[in-house]
Structure formats: structure tokens, C-alpha cells
């Protein structure tokens, strides 16, 4: 297929290498250069978003939140200007559900299809092709554009209309934060009673507390590793999306905003940049104490 890609980052470099290694034909853009190594096996850099959607049949967005959307769709120069009907546009960004709706009607004005399909996974899932892909929009588009989904995800699920998949990215983005701020909980609660957090970890695993988050982020918090991964700042973003769509919904997400006030800390003591869980470090600061530290158990 003819397929462009817009937004070549840490996310969508690796994700446009699979569609290349799968012999499709790319067009892409980036506000920074295009990377080498996508290049060098074959993708076309172009010189905006305009360019991109002139000469592919497909052009996915990957970028960083909802005005980053708008300006790659209907900036100056953006895709909305190369379009011609029967083209399809595919956000795969992590971006509002509401403005995802208005998107889709904008595109679908200009007899195209829409399809917000964002994904988990972060980084590694990107690099392993092994993403979950999330898609809203119309059945046809959805199983046009599924050969390329299956290139850069493993579960690939068509949830509804324009929107429900940012809604159900939006449902993931909940889970994952109370998740990791129980595990840090959980770890920090040991440690500061005098257990070792690696041994309590593993034993944990092999009971119903077992989870990836615990498996994956877990280790993080004992081995002190919070280089991303997945940024706080990017976690913000999405549980920021959550508590103002509660808003709007008329209902109260407050563990959620719990996690939202961990991460600001965070930010506020220089963690905009790390991984999420290094949400545990907040719990650290109000504890005094670190997973992991030598410390007499308090009781």
C-alpha cells in the first residue's frame, strides 16, 4: 500500500521500520529530520503534512497530544489540504476523545474516512511490533487498514465509532497509573517494614496481585530504573484527558486524581522526564523512606 506517516518518534520510527520491513511503500514527515535509518530502507521524506497526504492512500498521525493532531490535520500545510476523496486518515495518537469526534467529521467533509486508533505498549511494544491497537470508526476503513495494524500490534480490536477508541485508551490510561501507584504502595509498605522489595516482588507474582505492572514496573521501582518507558509528562497528559472528560460526564474519578497529584509532584521535583513509575517516588518523599533502603522495620 501507499502509506504515509506523520510523527517519527520514539513511537513512530520503529512502527513505521515494521511497515517498511513488510515492503510498503512510505511517505513520511517529521518537524525534525527524518531518521536515517528509515531512509536507508526506502522511506520517502517529505516536506509536510500536505505531501504526505497528496501521494498515499493512508496516512497515519503519531503524535504527542490533541493541538499536535489539529495542526498535522488542518494547519497550514497539513493534511486536510492534500486529501482527495476515498483517501483514509488514521490517528494513532493518545489524544481527546471529544476533539477526536470533531476531527473525524472534519476529514469525513472531505469524503474521507477516519480512524482514531491509538495504541499501548510504549517503546518496547513499538520496537516488538507487539502493541495494542484500539480503533474507532467505520467497519470498512477499520479492515482496510488492518493488514498494516497487524504489522505493528498483536491485539488489534475494532471498539466502536469515532472516539471510542480514544475513550478506551483514555480507560487503559486509568488502569495503568492506580495500578502502578498500588504496586508502589505495596513495595514501599514492605520496605519500610523491613522485607526485602525484590523477594516480596517475586513472591507476588506467583499469588493474584500478579500483573505486568508489577512484573515490569515493580522491578523498576526496586532496581531504581526510571529512564523511559513511558514519560510521567505523557501520563499527565492522558489522565488529564480523563478527569476533564469525567467532568463533562458527570462523575468522580477519585483515585485517579489521586494518581494526577502524585505525578505533579513528581514533575514539580524535576520527573517530568521519567518513567511513570517513578510515581513511587512521591510516595517516597511523603514516607521518607526509599524501596529498597536499609531500614529497622517500624514495627
Same mark, same amino acid.
Given at each position: 500500500?501507499?502509506?504515509?506517516?506523520?510523527?517519527?518518534?520514539i513511537?513512530g520510527?520503529p512502527?513505521?521500520?515494521h511497515?517498511?520491513?513488510?515492503?510498503?511503500t512510505?511517505?513520511?514527515?517529521?518537524?525534525?529530520?527524518?531518521?536515517?535509518?528509515l531512509?536507508?530502507?526506502?522511506?520517502?521524506a517529505c516536506?509536510?503534512?500536505?505531501?504526505?497526504a497528496? #501521494?498515499?492512500?493512508?496516512?497515519?498521525?503519531?503524535?504527542?497530544?490533541?493541538?499536535h493532531?489539529e495542526?498535522?490535520?488542518?494547519g497550514?500545510?497539513?493534511?486536510?489540504?492534500?486529501?482527495m476523496?476515498?483517501?483514509i486518515?488514521?490517528?494513532m495518537?493518545?489524544?481527546s476523545?471529544?476533539?477526536?469526534?470533531?476531527?473525524?467529521?472534519?476529514?469525513?467533509?472531505l469524503g474521507c474516512?477516519?480512524?482514531?486508533?491509538?495504541v499501548?505498549g510504549?517503546?518496547?511494544?513499538?520496537?516488538?511490533?507487539?502493541?495494542t491497537i484500539?480503533?474507532?470508526?467505520?467497519?470498512?476503513?477499520?479492515?482496510?487498514?488492518?493488514p498494516?495494524?497487524e #504489522?505493528?500490534g498483536?491485539?488489534?480490536?475494532?471498539v466502536?465509532?469515532n472516539?471510542d477508541?480514544?475513550t478506551t485508551?483514555v480507560a487503559?490510561?486509568?488502569?495503568?497509573a492506580?495500578?502502578i501507584?498500588?504496586?508502589?504502595?505495596?513495595?514501599?509498605?514492605?520496605?519500610?517494614?523491613?522485607?526485602d522489595?525484590a523477594?516480596?516482588?517475586?513472591?507476588?507474582?506467583?499469588?493474584?496481585a500478579s500483573?505486568?505492572v508489577?512484573?515490569v514496573?515493580g522491578e523498576?521501582?526496586?532496581?531504581?530504573?526510571f529512564?523511559?518507558?513511558?514519560?510521567?509528562?505523557l501520563?499527565? #497528559?492522558?489522565?488529564n484527558l480523563a478527569?476533564?472528560?469525567a467532568r463533562?460526564?458527570?462523575?468522580?474519578?477519585p483515585?485517579t486524581?489521586?494518581?494526577?497529584?502524585?505525578f505533579?509532584?513528581?514533575?514539580?521535583?524535576?520527573?517530568?522526564?521519567?518513567?511513570?513509575?517513578?510515581?513511587?517516588?512521591a510516595?517516597?518523599?511523603l514516607?521518607?523512606?526509599?524501596?529498597?533502603q536499609?531500614?529497622?522495620?517500624a514495627f
Amino acid at each position: 500500500m501507499k502509506v504515509g506517516f506523520i510523527g517519527l518518534g520514539i513511537m513512530g520510527a520503529p512502527m513505521v521500520g515494521h511497515l517498511l520491513d513488510a515492503g510498503h511503500t512510505l511517505h513520511v514527515y517529521d518537524i525534525n529530520p527524518v531518521p536515517e535509518d528509515l531512509t536507508g530502507k526506502g522511506a520517502t521524506a517529505c516536506g509536510s503534512s500536505r505531501e504526505v497526504a497528496e #501521494k498515499a492512500d493512508i496516512v497515519f498521525t503519531m503524535v504527542p497530544d490533541t493541538p499536535h493532531v489539529e495542526a498535522a490535520l488542518f494547519g497550514a500545510n497539513g493534511v486536510a489540504e492534500g486529501l482527495m476523496p476515498g483517501k483514509i486518515v488514521v490517528d494513532m495518537s493518545s489524544i481527546s476523545p471529544i476533539e477526536t469526534k470533531s476531527f473525524a467529521k472534519r476529514i469525513n467533509d472531505l469524503g474521507c474516512d477516519y480512524l482514531d486508533a491509538p495504541v499501548s505498549g510504549g517503546e518496547v511494544g513499538a520496537k516488538a511490533a507487539s502493541l495494542t491497537i484500539m480503533v474507532g470508526g467505520p467497519d470498512k476503513a477499520f479492515e482496510t487498514v488492518k493488514p498494516l495494524f497487524e #504489522k505493528m500490534g498483536k491485539n488489534i480490536t475494532l471498539v466502536g465509532g469515532n472516539g471510542d477508541g480514544q475513550t478506551t485508551k483514555v480507560a487503559n490510561q486509568i488502569i495503568v497509573a492506580l495500578s502502578i501507584e498500588a504496586v508502589a504502595e505495596a513495595l514501599l509498605f514492605a520496605s519500610k517494614a523491613g522485607a526485602d522489595p525484590a523477594k516480596v516482588q517475586q513472591a507476588l507474582m506467583g499469588g493474584f496481585a500478579s500483573s505486568r505492572v508489577l512484573e515490569v514496573h515493580g522491578e523498576r521501582m526496586v532496581k531504581r530504573t526510571f529512564d523511559p518507558g513511558f514519560r510521567i509528562e505523557l501520563h499527565q #497528559k492522558d489522565l488529564n484527558l480523563a478527569l476533564s472528560g469525567a467532568r463533562a460526564l458527570g462523575l468522580s474519578l477519585p483515585n485517579t486524581a489521586t494518581c494526577q497529584e502524585l505525578f505533579n509532584a513528581c514533575a514539580a521535583n524535576g520527573g517530568k522526564a521519567w518513567d511513570h513509575s517513578g510515581i513511587v517516588r512521591a510516595l517516597e518523599l511523603l514516607a521518607g523512606h526509599e524501596v529498597g533502603q536499609n531500614h529497622r522495620a517500624a514495627f
